[in-house]
């Protein structure tokens, strides 16, 4: 038994050497295919908005499958990657997309993990695109990582100015311990919300915990205005439940996370009042929606990556974007080469987007200065566009 | 009275979930008992139930798809015991202890591979998740109904160990292993019997622990598992009233540290009560005093 | 069978080559392959693969050699990724990793200080101080965990240092502690190493450490704990004394570990820290062997190989060019988890049993291997025989048995009687050989 073991695996040791040697290639394109590499989780605390994510990018793949550089027509492959919501794991997965020679990446959902593999892209100098991820430390200290994104201090800020101005005075303010991405933006809303003379009760909750009961409870029990928890979807999907068995009372604030369909199917039902920063409005661009939505019908698999049913989520709209920003910077490139992508990525502007025009400033980042608004119709289940947001 | 109002919410939560830590709980401290195994794998079981009526709920009603969960959760156990653990019985205990944490790594996987990482909702059973209000607080039937269920499957357990021909074989079987099979018992059957209640009110739990919190991950069982697991020790492992005892303390109090403002360290907490009850009095609340023989 | 014998000196030579071939490989490896290469996968497996087959030799000094089911893993490599971390990071960078907290309470870094002052030296120096530190600190945590913990059995061991790990994971991420550990937010911009022959230099001495002292009288008084506890308090160890010892050495490592990790990566972040990641090291040393160090070895770079790099086409949908619909995300795991059962199950010995490697060893493999080729037909052979005649023989008793059941049937249908059953013997069972 430990003979055929041993056997075993030395023998896969040496086929996949072979398979390894075999598909070779050091350059961006191979061929007639270009290579365009997908960093997004498929699995952990992240999965679902990260598969959201890469439904857009698919999409885009299949919208527009080929690009055309110089005079020559080339085919745009995916090679998509799990970075499994793990800072430990992004790291290796990151050099997996570089390995297999990929002129560009994006992603990813969740800030953490591009964080983290930010310095893989570094020292291969292959450029990066962020879609969704809006820690400002992304893009900070990384020349070669940009995004397409609004950012922490800004969402943070809208959604405090948007509290202000319907007269909430007072925020219960939830996030979750360990995740930088909740933290954050509770932390900019504090100092924005503060600064404009409101008052907030901060708490967080621990990893995998899926009981809220106590942290609806603390809300009332302070007697907050609003109960602002601009966390993941998993908890999101638990914190509506207790919110309705408890009665909270409150609207409940949250940021771009929370734009997700699975919210919305949630909240179907009951009497809360859930109001969400975003980047896209379904339905602002009519011919996007009925496309996507099409080829979900089409696609078992998109349709179960997607929830279960076509209703959009803001993120697969921004893949969609980071898509095509993909392909515009490959054609302004006019080459293949991460390195001339690079090169090319600054100046780029990029308009005719479903999610607004992209241009990028000193840092890497987009240009962005307004947010949507966007509420729940919770007897539907849809949302609803309320007003477009700025932070001034 | 304006402690008791502004408390209540908190009880009240503690008090569900430490019924449902309870039903869970039982199944550690029984599996324990007689094979002196931390089933690490237990949680998993649990919540494996809550994946599958989540996708039985489609093809069939209500009743019988809580029916065919519990009958899942039974044979998913007994055939994890009969894999996973009886060819090890007689290796060392470390080598069954891996194979439990094999076991759960593998249903996780598993669950990942199947749901896509993706977080599912439980069905809502219409009954369970009514709002009720309670003198100043509001709350879900689920809530009401967990701790008198809890209480009668585990007085009809009691009933079952101490009044019956199996729960005889299972206290013998506890006590002394060896001895016991020279006696004639059927070890294997007593086991068998031991994951079947186990499994079943870890089933019965899922339904009232998912019916509450209502999203299901592969990660779902994990911390559940663990401090249900916590809640057998403390009640006294081997004893299936000290679990239920521990489960209500740790879910209440777990409670009441969130109300407190402690939020950072409510789970930390539950592990801060197991060390603090292993160092001074490590067979907990009910627990018999355990003599190694050379 | 020939057996290759060396002489202790030639074995001196041949390690020291070993080493040095490998320190070159990792070197020129670093250094020779591009970023872009599809073999620079190689790199990064052999990095971490280095990291993890010296956590897991750690771990394994605790649960194969002194037989202390730990758990804690995790949180010692935590706390030792935090410690390197938090004192490496440049002043300058403060501000900005620190951006929550004003730039945090600490504003210097030990690394800058030292090639400051030493030049490349300290660089190096200003590295091995923090990792050297980590580990340090996380010895004196484990001595104080160990006091109460330590007494404890088996399991209660295991799930209270579980615990442990799971409250010093709460602790790193509380908001009060944020200018040190910056709360819930990932550490980055610390010094880390340019090559990969750091990582695997520190590792390979660390494991030789390890080597030397499992194999010394501490070693011995460790593996008569683990045979049994009693018969060795009898022979005058002292079990606690020697416990604690093995607790804080193996802790020291993890921490070290844990400071590798924290370089490896880049960033640091307390979430990662889980017990899922104590139950992956604890299957990389069943996977080699528990009570094996090379064991260890071999099943963390396996491990780190497999899950990192040749079934991750299992996930993406084409693997070994075959294409199934099968191969989604996720299935990589499912598959590696059951190879875990599987080697759990059916070959509890791991790859290397309690078996080390030796040069000797090897080499008698070696010469040995014509003369086995040549001899496994024949071999085979016997055995295939064995095995059907075995089958025969077992058919044989069937079907005599079923003769025997008809006749005896057949008789007491006619009204025969066999014979007078001894009442006497009615319950006593008789045990069957071989069950």
Request: include cysteine; hydrophobic fraction near 50%.
């Amino acid at each position: 038994m430990k003979k055929v073991l041993a056997l075993t695996l030395s023998l896969l040791m040496v086929l996949t050497f072979c398979v390894g040697c075999g598909g070779g290639s050091d350059s961006g394109a191979d061929g007639d295919t270009i290579k365009i590499g997908v960093f997004e989780p498929a699995s952990g605390d992240n999965g679902a908005g990260g598969k959201q994510e890469t439904l857009g990018i698919q999409y885009g793949n299949k919208v527009q499958p080929t690009v055309t550089i110089g005079d020559k027509e080339y085919n745009v492959e995916l090679e998509i990657v799990d970075n499994e919501s793990d800072n430990s794991k992004a790291v290796t997965a990151a050099q997996n997309l570089v390995s297999s020679g990929v002129s560009m990446v994006l992603g990813s959902y969740g800030s953490a993990v591009s964080i983290a593999a930010a310095d893989t892209f570094h020292e291969a100098g292959v450029p990066a695109i962020g879609v969704t991820c809006t820690n400002p430390q992304v893009t900070a200290d990384c020349d070669e990582y940009f995004r397409i994104c609004f950012l922490d201090p800004f969402q943070g800020t809208v959604l405090a100015n948007y509290a202000w101005e319907s007269g909430m005075k007072k925020a219960y303010c939830l996030s979750k311990l360990g995740d930088d991405y909740s933290v954050g933006l509770v932390n900019y809303f504090k100092k924005a919300f503060t600064a404009l003379g409101g008052e907030v009760v901060e708490e967080q909750f621990p990893d995998k915990n899926t009981d809220f009961t106590s942290y609806v409870a603390n809300a009332k029990k302070k007697g907050c205005d609003v109960f602002y928890s601009p966390v993941s979807i998993e908890a999101a999907v638990n914190i509506i439940d207790q919110a309705k068995a408890q009665k909270i009372g409150m609207p409940i604030l949250a940021g771009d996370t929370w734009d997700s369909n699975m919210v919305t199917a949630a909240a179907k039902g009951t009497d809360l009042d859930i109001v969400v920063t975003t980047f896209y409005q379904e339905g602002g661009n009519p011919e996007f929606d009925e496309g996507i939505k099409a080829w979900m019908e089409e696609d078992s698999d998109a349709l179960t990556n997607n929830g279960g049913n076509t209703d959009l989520a803001a993120v697969t709209a921004m893949g969609y974007d980071a898509y095509m920003v993909a392909l515009e910077a490959l054609k302004a490139a006019g080459s293949a080469d991460p390195a001339d992508v690079l090169a090319a990525l600054p100046s780029l502007e990029v308009k005719g987007l479903v999610c607004g025009d992209v241009t990028f400033n000193e840092t890497g980042d987009a240009n962005k200065t307004e947010a949507f608004v966007k509420k729940c119709n919770c007897e539907k289940g849809v949302w609803e566009f309320v007003k477009k947001q700025s932070a001034n | 009275m304006s402690l008791i109002s502004s408390w209540l919410p908190y009880i009240l939560a503690g008090i569900a979930i430490g019924g449902q830590y309870a039903l869970i709980a039982i199944g550690y401290t029984m599996v324990y008992g007689i094979l002196r195994l931390i089933n690490f794998a237990h949680g998993d079981v649990f919540m494996w139930s809550g994946l599958i009526m989540v996708y039985l709920i489609t093809v069939m009603p209500l009743w019988l798809s809580i029916i065919c969960v519990i009958i899942f959760a039974i044979v998913l156990g007994t055939t994890i015991e009969k894999v996973a653990y009886r060819p090890l019985r007689t290796a060392p205990r470390m080598s069954i202890m891996i194979s439990a944490i094999g076991v759960s790594y593998l249903l996780q996987n598993v669950a990942l591979y199947i749901t896509g990482g993706l977080t599912k909702t439980y069905p809502s059973i219409s009954w369970l998740q009514k709002t009720v209000d309670i003198g100043p607080a509001t709350t879900k039937m689920v809530t009401l109904i967990t701790p008198i269920l809890t209480i009668v499957l585990v007085v009809g357990l009691v009933m079952l160990i101490n009044h019956t021909k199996i729960g005889m074989a299972m206290r013998a079987v506890s006590r002394d292993f060896e001895t016991s099979s020279l006696m004639g018992i059927d070890i294997n059957r007593v086991i068998t019997v031991t994951f079947v209640i186990g499994c079943g009110l870890a089933a019965i739990g899922s339904v009232l622990f998912f019916s509450n919190y209502t999203g299901i991950n592969p990660m779902s069982g994990a911390m559940p598992g663990l401090k249900a697991f916590v809640a057998a020790v403390f009640g006294g492992i081997g004893s299936v009233p000290g679990a239920v005892v521990g489960a209500f303390i740790i879910g209440i109090c777990e409670n009441i540290i969130k109300g407190a403002g402690w939020t950072t360290f409510s789970d930390a907490f539950t592990f801060v009560l197991l060390i603090v009850i292993l160092m001074v009095k490590p067979t907990g609340l009910f627990g018999e005093k355990n003599i190694d023989k050379v | 069978m020939a057996r290759v014998t060396l002489n202790k000196k030639t074995k001196l030579v041949l390690s020291f080559l070993g080493i040095a071939l490998i320190l070159l490989g990792s070197y020129l490896a670093d250094e020779m392959i591009p970023a872009s290469s599809n073999m620079r996968m190689f790199v990064t497996v052999l990095e971490k693969g280095a990291i993890y087959a010296l956590v897991a030799v750690s771990m394994n000094l605790l649960n194969g050699f002194t037989g202390l089911f730990s758990l804690g893993q995790a949180g010692f490599m935590l706390i030792g990724a935090y410690t390197y971390a938090i004192f490496t990071i440049p002043a300058a960078k403060h501000a900005d990793v620190y951006m929550y907290f004003d730039g945090g309470a600490i504003q210097w870094s030990i690394e800058e200080a030292l090639s400051g002052s030493l030049g490349i030296v300290g660089h190096y120096l200003g590295m091995l101080i923090p990792i050297i530190g980590a580990g340090l600190l996380v010895a004196l945590i484990a001595y104080l965990i160990g006091i109460p913990v330590l007494r404890l059995k088996s399991d209660y061991l295991a799930i209270a240092t579980l615990g442990f790990a799971e409250i010093l994971k709460a602790f790193f991420q509380w908001n009060t502690l944020g200018p040190i550990t910056n709360g819930s937010n990932v550490l980055r911009k610390y010094a880390t190493y340019d090559n990969s022959i750091f990582v695997v230099l520190i590792a390979l001495i660390s494991i030789a450490f390890i080597m030397l002292l499992i194999n010394s009288t501490y070693g011995r008084a460790f593996k008569a704990i683990r045979d049994d506890e009693i018969a060795a308090e009898a022979m005058g160890v002292n079990l606690f004394k020697h416990k604690e010892l093995a607790f804080v050495i193996s802790s020291f490592f993890a921490g070290v570990g844990g400071a590798l990790l924290a370089m490896f990566q880049g960033t640091i972040a307390a979430t990662p820290f889980t017990t899922t990641m104590t139950y992956e090291i604890l299957l990389i040393v069943v996977i080699g062997g528990i009570g094996s160090v090379t064991g260890s070895i071999i099943g963390a770079f396996l491990f780190t190989a497999c899950s990192e790099w040749w079934l991750r086409g299992l996930d993406a949908g084409t693997w070994l060019g075959i294409t199934s619909e099968w191969f989604r995300p996720g299935f990589r795991k499912v598959v590696f988890a059951v190879i875990i059962m599987l080697i759990v199950l059916f070959a509890a010995q791991g790859i290397m049993g309690t078996k080390e490697f030796s040069w000797e060893g090897l080499l008698s493999w070696f010469k040995n291997l014509p003369a086995n080729l040549k001899a496994a037909p024949a071999k085979n052979k016997a055995k295939a025989q064995a095995k059907k005649e075995a089958k025969a023989r077992d058919k044989a008793a069937k079907a005599q048995a079923k003769e025997d059941k008809a006749n005896s049937a057949a008789k007491a249908a006619s009204g025969e009687k066999l014979f007078e059953p001894l009442p006497v013997y009615d319950h006593v069972v008789v045990f069957k050989e071989g069950k």
